[in-house]
């Protein structure tokens, strides 16, 4: 069953993900790939919450988590694609944007996993031991 429940979740936050990149036009390199830096932003807010709200209460079932992380959250960000991104546009002779893009998303996500962790601390009261 957590197998089904981590198919199911990706298959619907790999959905959402594909429907977002149709409605705003992905940029290719050497422009700045905005829309896989957005998407991948709020999976990490998305996945710190979750996962702090996961510490603070169980959901019913084994398979809450595993469909929230592994697969929703996991199927909708795509950091392999940014990985490609970046190669594209060093390749396109545009490093010193690859390699912002890079050092961006990567220092941005773990502040943005941190954010949506201390929100939800905040709003359930309940520090997880990380913090306390």
């Known amino acids: 069953m957590t ?3 981590i ?3 990706g298959g619907i936050g790999a959905t959402l993900r594909y429907l977002l990149g149709l409605g ?3 940029s290719t390199p050497p422009d700045f790939p905005w829309v896989t830096f957005v998407i991948n932003m709020v ?3 998305a996945l710190g919450a979750v996962m702090t709200l996961l510490a603070a ?3 019913p079932g084994p398979w809450g988590k595993p469909f929230l992380s592994t697969g929703l959250i996991g199927g909708f960000t795509t950091w392999s694609h940014f990985i490609v991104e970046s190669d594209q546009l060093i390749g396109a002779r545009r490093s010193g944007i690859g390699i912002v893009y ?3 998303s990567i220092v941005l996500g773990v502040l943005a996993a ?4 201390r929100l939800v601390e905040l709003r359930t009261g309940r520090p997880t031991a990380r913090s306390a």
């Open 43 to 45: 999976g990490a807010f």
């Open 24 to 26: 705003f036009a992905p």
């Open 114 to 117: 941190a954010l949506g962790a």
């Open 7 to 9: 198919v199911v979740g």
């Open 57 to 59: 209460h169980r959901l």
């Open 3 to 5: 197998i089904l429940a």
């Open 102 to 104: 890079l050092v961006v």
